[in-house]
T-cell receptor, first 115, second 107 residues
């Protein structure tokens, strides 16, 4: 069964460093999402991506964040200069449905720890 | 005020009990999603619905669009149902999540 994959599963970094979180969505899906979940809190939307551009982003997704689909299979989230408060679980999701948002398939998450 | 409210926040049950988790929302939606989050953190989509009722195995989800309310029912609950159940609503290009209901089912 097709699934969304994410790497790495756990990333530890120093404050101020750049990190890139990687996702491989399900191959025929058209819509891609990043969400984050700070420990003990609810899941929050970061950004949605369709047709090689951002379709919507939240207030959290400031200039420190960027997304890219560099090669038609990977979908990446970059944080340019990490802060302590960026420590969270980051989930990638993808959807095949035209019309927003359809059923979303989530990856297993990347736990980011900023020291 | 949260746009998506769930109740209860925590729920314990004995194996075999019938369980109901409620979700109310205050924004316009394209669809409502019920998700399950396992202790390891992974999220699985259970249902997406925009009207009426859906059933999958022992799980039933209903939605009342006029009242902006949805329920997730689990019949004949089992310890393997122990997880966090999350209601999320589709709004423009994003999902807005509730805080989740932590369910523990004891044998």
């Amino acid at each position: 069964e097709p699934e969304v994959t994410q790497t790495p599963s756990h990333q530890v970094t120093q404050m101020g460093q750049e990190v890139i979180l990687r996702c491989v969505p399900i191959s025929n899906h058209l819509y891609f999402y990043w969400y984050r979940q700070i420990l003990g809190q609810k899941v929050e939307f970061l950004v949605s991506f369709y047709n090689n551009e951002i379709s919507e982003k939240s207030e959290i997704f400031d200039d420190q964040f960027s997304v890219e689909r560099p090669d038609g299979s990977n979908f990446t989230l970059k944080i340019r200069s990490t802060k302590l408060e960026d420590s969270a679980m980051y989930f990638c999701a993808s959807s095949a449905v035209v019309g927003f948002p359809g059923e979303q398939f989530f990856g297993p998450g990347t736990r980011l720890t900023v020291l | 005020k949260n746009e998506v409210e769930q109740s209860p926040q925590n729920l314990t049950a004995q194996e075999g009990e019938f369980i109901t988790i409620n979700c109310s929302y205050s924004v316009g939606i394209s669809a409502l999603h019920w998700l399950q989050q396992h202790p390891g953190g992974g999220i699985v989509s259970l249902f997406m619905l925009s009207s009426g009722k859906k059933k999958h195995g022992r799980l039933i989800a209903t939605i009342n669009i006029q009242e902006k309310h949805s329920s997730l029912h689990i019949t004949a609950s089992h310890p393997r149902d122990s997880a966090v159940y999350i209601c999320a609503v589709g709004n423009t290009d994003k999902l807005i999540f509730g805080t989740g209901t932590r369910l523990q089912v004891f044998p």
